[in-house]
């Protein structure tokens, strides 16, 4: 399970005051995933997926929110749909 850095924790005034990006780069989902200290499990995740779904993500030129590739990550790595939303935030800051 998850436990966020402290550093980075986004309050629900922040998350109230802050849009859910519908989509950011993969380097900002990448950065994004090393600061909340989930890239080593993202790799995990990623190397279960079909070689469809791997190519998907690894060539991917924007990932969106909606992909079905996120929602089987959440439930994988047993995310709340609140901690990906804070990440797709996190990313677009970065």
Not at 15 to 25: C, D, E, L, N, V
């Amino acid at each position: 399970m998850w436990t966020p850095d402290p550093s980075i924790i986004i309050t629900a005034d922040d998350r109230a005051r802050a849009s859910i990006p519908a989509s950011m780069t993969p380097l900002q989902a990448r950065k994004a995933l090393r600061a909340a200290g989930l890239h080593a499990n993202v790799k995990s995740f990623v190397a279960t997926l079909s070689e469809e779904e791997r190519e998907a993500w690894e060539y991917a030129t924007v990932i969106e929110r909606d992909n079905a590739v996120i929602e089987k990550g959440r439930v994988a790595l047993e995310m709340t749909h609140a901690q990906i939303d804070d990440l797709f935030r996190l990313g677009a800051a970065l």
